[in-house]
């Protein structure tokens, strides 16, 4: 019987699995939903009961900040320091909040916006405590499942302006182009000992998280990111690399115009490929035998707003456009949130564990 990380690599290596490979993002509102619906409290056994194929792991604060901290799994990252009401600092020192539905996080506080670079000290990766969970982990579930890992924070550019301020950052890549540079030497330092201790530690993929685009276009212009962003984010690929991982990219949004620069990259998977921003059928079309898509199950339009028979549609209909000879693994094209109807997102699963990739010809 095939395991799920071979169903994985199989695919990664674009070669045909037995079936699709699939995974499953939950808000952790729609998490709750669906516990209460399947009668579960465990999100393994969410992801047994569905087929999930993938674990996701990460660097954790160290042991020294968990001390104090909270945790609240509606904020992003959820781990912080509290600082008033509904609002959590992170070790980076950004602060988040809540917004008034109490569903999702904003940043309100920018640690760096009047601050001096130079005064500023990034997180120490190899603090203790930091790889706990990620050893757990993998002793837990790397014979079994594919294992991505991510930084425990998003990677340059999201994580800057988080720390800058959005516009005081794309003001700083036209005025002050040594302040980015600074910056960014600083950050690079966490992300080079961050991605070899997970390396060292035997996941299958790092998974880079970083925001580029919104739903028509980049958020950033392809010259700034060749001045300032793609020689770092080539060092980190390169160690990536040559360990013989895999590695993955996430962004929002239609990054149409830089999944050429990705492949250049290395980059294996491409996540989410949001079907409302950019055409998954195009992109596996264009670039199938070079990048794994991830995702394209649309959380913005047939989950919320269809029926299980449309989901079931489009499920089938990705598999038999993009699964064929590999190169996909299944799931919503973000985190499915609250108002999606359990009914929808469990025919994700119920369809494509048994629709077979050899229909896809």
Known sequence: MVSSRERVLRAVHHGEPDRVPLDAWLSYQFYVKLCRYLGVEDLER????????????????????????????????????????????????????????????????????????????????????????????????????????????????????????????????????????????????????????????????????????????LMISPRLLDRYYWPRFKILADIVKRRGAFLAFHSDGNISRIVPKLIEMGVDIVNP?????????????????????????????TLPHGTPDDVRREVIERIRTCGRGGGLILGPSNQVLEDTPVENFLAIYETAKKYPLSEGR
């Open 273 to 301: 490929i949001q079907p409302e921003c950019m055409d998954p059928v195009k992109v596996k079309e264009t670039y199938g035998d070079k990048i794994t898509l991830h995702g394209t199950i649309s959380i913005q339009r």
């Open 46 to 217: 969410i992801y047994k009961l569905l087929g999930v194929d993938v674990r996701y792991t990460g660097v954790s604060p160290p042991s020294s900040f968990l001390k104090n901290a909270k945790v609240d799994p509606r904020i992003h990252y959820g781990v912080g320091i509290p600082v008033g009401e509904d609002s959590l600092k992170d070790e980076w020192g950004i602060v988040r909040k809540l917004n008034v539905t109490k569903t999702r996080s904003r940043v309100v506080y920018h640690p760096l916006q009047h601050l001096d670079v130079d005064e500023y000290e990034v997180p120490d990766p190899h603090a203790e405590g930091r790889y706990d969970a990620v050893e757990q982990a993998v002793k837990r579930y790397g014979d079994e499942y594919f294992i991505f890992a991510s930084f425990g924070c998003d990677f340059l550019f999201s994580q800057s302006w988080y720390l800058r301020g959005f516009r005081e950052l794309l003001t700083d890549m036209y005025r002050r182009p040594w302040c980015v540079d600074k910056l960014y030497d600083k950050m690079m330092k966490y992300y080079v000992g961050a991605v070899k201790e997970l390396l060292d530690r035997g996941v299958d993929c790092i998974f880079i998280a970083d925001d580029l685009a919104g739903q028509q276009d």
